[in-house]
């Protein structure tokens, strides 16, 4: 069985540019999670998927959005892109949104802001 | 809200030492508990989980019991080995909000 796909690996851009994040969840799983991992910082959730509706999201500003296809695969978008966004983004996904599911990580999108 | 506090790292240890990782938590309700492992370049692998109290989780030589009494999802292993060398996270699930709740994460070391 194929884990959670992250593409790209890394992603390397300047500040105020656009980025676009994308993740596979693993076959017949419809949540599909984000979560931040920057240096000194920890893990923070972003947002949260299921069934093509945004379900929650984290403390992070409006410009952090994304969206679910029909195929739940996933997107996380990032506009104006500033400094302190660098950082690996890792995807999760698991086979329904409820809390006792684990959450299956991708090896995550190393995002580099120049 | 809902939080996870990690012992502090980094841990050193001789191949087959006795480790322990302490866990403790703040929530309401009851939230199901779970320990995850990132080796270097790589995302998190699930370890082990317990979704109630007294529930023992387990995997690879790994264990943490569920204690609601004192709040705690201590992570223990027996004998370690080299390749147990990585970042170790405790995280809840935050049951109202459907999200992880990580702790700040030890970074283990296992020396041969």
């Known amino acids: 069985e194929a884990g959670v796909t992250q593409s790209p690996t890394h992603l390397i851009k300047t500040r105020g540019q656009q980025a676009t994040l994308r993740c596979s969840p693993i076959?017949?799983?419809?949540?599909v999670y984000w979560y931040q991992q920057a240096l000194g910082l920890g893990l923070q959730f972003l947002l949260w998927y299921d069934e093509g509706e945004e379900r929650n999201r984290g403390n992070f500003p409006p410009r952090f959005s994304g969206r679910q296809f029909p195929n739940y695969s996933s997107e996380l978008n990032v506009n104006a892109l500033e400094l302190e966004d660098s950082a690996l983004y890792l995807c999760?996904?698991?086979?329904?949104?409820?809390?006792?599911?684990?959450?299956?990580f991708g090896d995550g999108t190393r995002l580099s802001i120049l | 809200g809902n939080s996870v506090t990690q012992m502090e790292g980094p841990v050193t240890l001789s191949e087959e030492a006795f480790l322990t990782i302490n866990c403790t938590y703040t929530?309401?309700?009851?939230?199901?508990l779970f320990w995850y492992v990132q080796y270097p370049g790589e995302g998190l692998q699930l370890l082990l989980k317990a979704t109630k109290a007294d529930d023992k989780g387990s995997n690879k030589g790994f264990e943490a019991t569920y204690r609601k009494e004192t709040t705690s999802f201590h992570l223990e292993k027996g004998s370690v080995q080299v390749s147990d060398s990585a970042v170790y996270f405790c995280?809840?699930?935050?049951?109202?909000?459907?999200?992880?709740?990580f702790g700040q994460g030890t970074r283990l070391t296992i020396n041969p």
């Open positions: 076959s017949g799983h419809t949540s």
């Open positions: 995280a809840l699930s935050d049951r109202g909000a459907q999200k992880l709740v």
């Open positions: 999760a996904s698991s086979l329904t949104g409820g809390s006792n599911q684990p959450q299956h």
């Open positions: 929530a309401t309700g009851y939230p199901s």
